[in-house]
């Protein structure tokens, strides 16, 4: 979420997370670290998000501390009745119902002694979800992690993951695209992406996931927050009105959208 005080734009797109979490009745909504762009942004916060945005919900909110917020939640972890932290060291644990979620916070490497510790956690009569503010092992560039100085916090492989056995993995740190990765038997990883487009690195409209443990079943949900988008056209001679024709049809496809565009 990156929330700041300087860009109202991500208070607005926190609404509107809230808004679809609403909307679709979830029992849990979880943000895996980054909740604030930083310390000094979650005390100056602190008091609008206590009384307007975290009380009053139909369900827990439930975060685990980033590298931009790692040392917001040391002195007062009070943001509001339905915000709950998971500070526990080296993990937390949340057990409901069906579901046992633990989150892990902030760490920049993984030891032995965590990964052993994650595997013997795990609750084999319940559904098991891990959340984690970390870097996997896919392809990325720069631009997929914002303004990161250091990109490769809590570096961890596919495979380690697996062997874990967590039903689902659901991630923090990688802000540009949403991405579902499977984990094998059954098993899934997913990285949403931010909920708002924090710079023009990360285009296009910005999306939820929206789990159900009963059908085993991950969903992208799109959100009605702020983001960039950019067309690059090649026009050569004697194309120039069909070219007009696809800007034009592009532009009109954003119509009602909280975006600002670009063409080049």
């Given at each position: 979420?990156?929330?700041?005080?300087?860009?109202?734009?991500?208070?607005?797109?926190?609404?509107?997370?809230?808004?679809?979490?609403?909307?679709?009745?979830?029992?849990?909504?979880?943000?895996?670290?980054?909740?604030?762009?930083?310390?000094?942004?979650a005390e100056?916060?602190?008091?609008?998000?206590?009384?307007?945005?975290?009380?009053?919900?139909?369900?827990?909110?439930?975060?685990?501390?980033?590298?931009?917020?790692?040392?917001?939640?040391?002195?007062?972890?009070?943001?509001?009745?339905?915000?709950?932290?998971?500070?526990?060291?080296?993990?937390?644990?949340?057990?409901?119902?069906?579901?046992?979620?633990?989150?892990?916070?902030?760490?920049?490497?993984?030891?032995?002694?965590?990964?052993?510790?994650?595997?013997?956690?795990?609750?084999?009569?319940?559904?098991?979800?891990?959340?984690?503010?970390?870097?996997?092992?896919?392809?990325y560039g720069?631009?997929?992690?914002?303004?990161?100085?250091?990109?490769?916090?809590?570096?961890?492989?596919?495979?380690?993951?697996?062997?874990?056995?967590?039903?689902?993995?659901?991630?923090?740190?990688?802000?540009?695209?949403?991405?579902?990765?499977?984990?094998?038997?059954?098993?899934?990883?997913?990285?949403?992406?931010?909920?708002?487009?924090?710079?023009?690195?990360?285009?296009?409209?910005?999306?939820?996931?929206?789990?159900?443990?009963?059908?085993?079943?991950?969903?992208?949900?799109?959100?009605?927050?702020?983001?960039?988008?950019?067309?690059?056209?090649?026009?050569?001679?004697?194309?120039?009105?069909?070219?007009?024709?696809?800007?034009?049809?592009?532009?009109?496809?954003?119509?009602?959208?909280?975006?600002?565009?670009?063409?080049?």
């Open positions: 979420m990156h929330l700041s005080r300087k860009n109202r734009r991500t208070i607005e797109a926190l609404q509107e997370v809230l808004n679809v979490a609403r909307k679709n009745k979830v029992d849990a909504l979880t943000i895996s670290g980054d909740l604030f762009e930083s310390e000094e942004d100056a916060l602190r008091r609008e998000l206590r009384t307007k945005v975290f009380s009053g919900n139909d369900f827990e909110i439930i975060v685990i501390p980033g590298n931009h917020d790692s040392e917001a939640y040391r002195k007062n972890l009070d943001f509001g009745s339905d915000l709950r932290v998971l500070t526990k060291v080296p993990f937390d644990v949340i057990k409901e119902d069906k579901v046992a979620i633990i989150g892990v916070p902030f760490l920049k490497k993984a030891s032995e002694d965590l990964i052993a510790r994650l595997h013997e956690v795990r609750d084999k009569e319940l559904v098991n979800i891990l959340l984690l503010h970390c870097t996997l092992d896919i392809s720069l631009a997929d992690f914002g303004e990161e100085k250091e990109r490769e916090y809590l570096p961890i492989d596919s495979y380690t993951l697996s062997e874990l056995g967590f039903d689902y993995v659901l991630a923090g740190h990688f802000h540009a695209d949403f991405i579902k990765k499977d984990l094998g038997e059954g098993r899934r990883f997913v990285y949403p992406g931010s909920p708002i487009s924090l710079n023009w690195k990360h285009l296009g409209k910005r999306k939820v996931a929206l789990l159900d443990i009963e059908k085993g079943d991950v969903k992208q949900i799109p959100l009605n927050s702020f983001y960039y988008d950019k067309l690059e056209v090649q026009i050569k001679p004697g194309f120039e009105t069909q070219k007009l024709d696809e800007i034009r049809e592009w532009v009109e496809s954003h119509v009602g959208e909280v975006c600002e565009l670009k063409i080049g």
